[in-house]
């Protein structure tokens, strides 16, 4: 620990952990979001060990409490919640204190063993820059807080394997439980530009085994980190407990790539007797992935109370360090969403977790409006910047629709060439969200439809490139394809628009697209929402429900009396 650091943790005991946070409570936050979590101040990266024990959800993450910019040697963050919707802020569990983390406790997971025993297995990086892989506990189990985690003496239990990099070994999912007994763990890491999912195994959670093969590798993809692999039932959508392995499930394994911080995934069989995992395809950087927007560093896990899988990640900033110093913060998590395999089974499909409904006010509605050829609708009622809009359009007459040209297939490329200003047959329609009066300030979340070998192609994209006219700013313009025929399903989209943040999913939750905007004109009562259209052809918008978003209770401190501004 520097010198600067050791005064600023002194400064952080001393005064304590909550009262610390003037700067987010204080100070004007035009960007820090109502519904998504975000600690009271400073840098915020990937979520770790999330879990459910004893009627609290946990969220632990990657965090720097001295600063609003990514430090080396971060700490383990730690906020509990009854719903998932309002977090509690704790003390760390974690601060880069031992010779196995002392310099840096990174990412990890936690597993509940037999007894409902929790038990966190995370990446610390060691006096010598090595990664190595630690186990802790919690010194009070019955606290359903788990206020304090005590780390092994023994660690580290796992070293950097032969072959592999110190610096390129990290992040260990969720233990499962096979058959015979023993606990399988895998972790990221590279060789030869291959990259690994390494396998370990172990009967008591400590002494652990490294597998002779990996569970998978792909060949010149590089780094993987923030691995996830558990089952997904083949039919039906309620979640399945990490160690189930059986028929009625396939496997999904993440991995987050990166020289490209991209989370994809792939959907396979699992022989927990051979140790294999075996795709339906191959990992490339057109495979699917979670989101196709800023996305990363995703990790999941099983809700046992609603039988559910739960999927959070992290959501970096757009802006530069200068504008994260002057805010004194960096970094969201994405709102906690449900996932589940399609009923092709080709896919997974993600949908915001239910409990948003606690936050919805003001609901209006709309049926059957026609909106032809540069028509706007202008959704009222609601509060722009805090709200939850879910609309499904219809089209008829696709046979007019354009030919996709085949050596343009890169649905990014796409909507970035043919942005929502550029007039298509079918599309661009959609919403216009953190729009001002005039529309010079807009964030445009559409649809595209076109014809390729003998089929119709539904592209989605979201396009920030009119987001701000701040300058300085990542306006990303991104795109996706949405598995979905227009000629039976109708096309619909849902937007949580959250001050700093629109969360895209469309096709039922088949595509999803996180941006981050800015605006200056598009802020408070300025703000507008739209439904819109700038195709040729009209579209039927079938339904459409939105509901103002109540801010959630985060980093709320009982103690004192105040809220997270």
């Known amino acids: 620990m520097t010198t600067t650091s050791a005064i600023w943790f002194l400064i952080f005991l001393t005064v304590g952990f909550h009262h610390v946070r003037y700067n987010a409570i204080t100070l004007e936050q035009p960007y820090r979001t109502a519904f998504h979590f975000q600690p009271p101040q ?21 965090h720097n409490p001295f600063g609003p910019l990514f430090a080396v040697q971060m700490y383990w963050g730690h906020s509990v919640s009854h719903d998932l919707i309002n977090w509690t802020p704790l003390e760390h569990a974690f601060a880069p204190t031992q010779p196995f983390d002392i310099n840096g406790c990174i990412s990890g997971s936690t597993t509940i063993l037999p007894g409902n025993k929790p038990v966190i297995l995370y ?144 959907i396979g069989d699992y022989n927990p007797v051979k140790e294999k995992y075996v795709s339906q395809d191959e990992l490339t950087l057109d495979s699917l992935r979670y989101d196709y927007g800023k996305y990363y ?113 890169d649905p990014q490329l796409i909507c970035s060439e043919m942005d929502a200003s550029k007039k298509g047959i079918f599309g661009p329609f959609g919403l216009l969200a953190f729009a001002s009066h005039d529309l010079t300030e807009q964030t445009a979340i559409f649809f595209r439809v076109f014809q390729h070998n003998g089929r119709y192609i539904v592209l989605m994209c979201s396009d920030q490139s009119r987001s701000s006219t701040r300058k300085g700013l990542d306006k990303t313009t991104y795109g996706a394809f949405v598995d979905i025929d227009p000629q039976r399903d109708e096309i619909s989209l849902r937007a949580l628009i959250d001050h700093s943040i629109v969360e895209s999913f469309g096709g039922g939750g088949k595509t999803c697209i996180i941006a981050r905007v800015y605006p200056t004109l598009a802020t408070r009562d300025e703000a507008h ?37």
């Open 123 to 266: 990446t610390g990086i060691d006096s010598q820059n090595r990664q190595v892989q630690n186990v802790a506990v919690p010194k009070d189990p019955s606290d359903p807080y788990l206020r304090e985690w005590v780390r092994y003496t023994g660690n580290p239990v796992i070293n950097v394997p032969e072959g592999i990099q110190p610096d390129e070994f990290r992040d260990p999912t969720t233990a499962w439980l096979a058959d015979d007994g023993k606990w399988r763990v895998t972790i990221g890491g590279q060789k030869d530009k291959a990259g690994i999912a390494i396998l370990f195994r172990s009967e008591d959670f400590v002494n652990w085994t490294r597998h002779e093969e990996p569970l998978y590798e792909v060949t010149g993809s590089g780094m993987w980190e923030c691995l996830d692999f558990f089952p997904v039932h083949v039919d039906g959508t309620n979640g399945v407990d990490t160690s189930v392995t059986n028929p009625a499930v396939k496997h999904v394994l993440k991995m987050g790539v990166y020289d490209y911080a991209r989370d994809y995934y792939l």
């Open 529 to 565: 929402l739209f439904a819109f259209n700038n195709g040729t052809k009209s579209v039927l918008i079938t339904e459409l429900s939105a509901w103002s978003v109540k801010k959630a209770r985060i980093n709320i401190d009982e103690t004192i009396g105040c809220a997270d501004a």
């Open 42 to 62: 400073n840098w915020m990266n990937d979520p770790n060990g999330l879990m459910y024990y004893n009627g609290v959800y946990h969220l632990f993450y990657q």
């Open 297 to 409: 560093a995703s990790k999941s896990f099983y809700d046992p109370v609603r039988r559910r899988r739960i999927l959070m990640a992290w959501v970096n900033e757009s802006d530069s360090d200068a504008d994260a110093i002057a805010k004194g913060w960096s970094g969201l998590q994405s709102f906690p969403r449900s996932v589940w395999l399609d009923q092709n089974q080709k896919q997974l499909v993600q949908w915001p977790i239910e409990e948003i409904e606690m936050l919805h006010e003001n609901e209006v509605s709309l049926r059957n409006e026609n909106l032809e050829d540069g028509s706007l609708h202008e959704i009222l009622g609601i509060t722009p910047l805090q709200v939850d809009v879910q609309i499904s359009f219809k089209l008829t007459n696709l046979e007019e629709a354009e030919i996709l040209d085949p050596s343009r297939l």
